[in-house]
T-cell receptor, first 116, second 117 residues
Framework: AQKVTQAQTEISVVEKEDVTLDCVYE???????LFWYKQPPSGELVFLIR??????QNEISGRYSWNFQKSTSSFNFTITASQVVDSAVYFC?????????????FGAGTRLAVHP | KAGVTQTPRYLIKTRGQQVTLSCSPI?????VSWYQQTPGQGLQFLFE???????NKGNFPGRFSGRQFSNSRSEMNVSTLELGDSALYLC????????????????FGPGTRLTVL
């Protein structure tokens, strides 16, 4: 069973539009962490946020915000007023206590294209 | 602080050969993890090393191996290369001191793109 599902394969928006990237996860663990990473064309995965399973507070960082809802096993990512530099592939990832040390389970990724 | 570095950035090999990839973690980080990224399978965990010991392993055949040195630098080796091994290999480092489980944040390098002909 897929543990991290990013149903949106590709999203295309025009600059300044808001966009939400969906992430649904599956785990039996009570202790786990969720992450978002950005992968620009250069290939390096850039860390954006980490959220633990006991902290359901939403978080905002500049134009980025994250909505964590345990009731629906979702950890969605919203970019407000998108910019061309936001174009990249975005990955949601899960790290479970039962998975052992430092094992990230990634979703398939969502490719975001922001057009001028 | 300098980020995670990986060498070489690009590599072309032929089937049956073996290859060694190198990763230098962020200064002070003692954990190094390796991931394989392919269009078909996405990002998959290979293994994790801390203090020269493999602490965790993904579901890859024994042709994939790794090691870590006392300075925390890590290498991964793929023997008897197959066409399906063509991928971007990403290395990630973290402090490794957060204890068992998922609490570390991993920071990734730029990757080594391996092409097997």
């Amino acid at each position: 069973a897929q543990k991290v599902t990013q149903a949106q394969t590709e999203i295309s928006v025009v600059e300044k539009e808001d966009v939400t990237l969906d992430c649904v996860y599956e785990t039996r663990d009570t202790t786990y962490y969720l992450f978002w990473y950005k992968q620009p064309p250069s290939g390096e995965l850039v860390f954006l946020i980490r959220r633990n399973s006991f902290d359901e507070q939403n978080e905002i960082s500049g134009r980025y915000s994250w909505n964590f809802q345990k009731s629906t096993s979702s950890f969605n990512f919203t970019i407000t007023a998108s910019q061309v530099v936001d174009s990249a592939v975005y990955f949601c990832a899960l790290s479970e206590f039962s998975g052992g040390y430092n094992k990230l389970i990634f979703g398939a990724g969502t490719r975001l294209a922001v057009h001028p | 602080k300098a980020g995670v570095t990986q060498t070489p950035r690009y590599l072309i090999k032929t089937r049956g050969q073996q290859v060694t990839l190198s990763c230098s973690p962020i200064s002070g980080h003692r954990s190094v993890s390796w991931y394989q990224q392919t269009p078909g399978q996405g990002l998959q965990f290979l293994f994790e090393y801390f203090s020269e010991t493999q602490r965790n392993k993904g579901n890859f055949p024994g042709r994939f191996s790794g090691r870590q040195f006392s300075n925390s630098r890590s290498e991964m080796n793929v023997s008897t290369l197959e066409l399906g091994d063509s991928a971007l290999y990403l290395c990630a480092s973290s402090s490794g001191l957060a204890g068992a489980g998922p609490t570390d944040t991993q920071y990734f390098g730029p990757g080594t793109r391996l092409t097997v002909l």
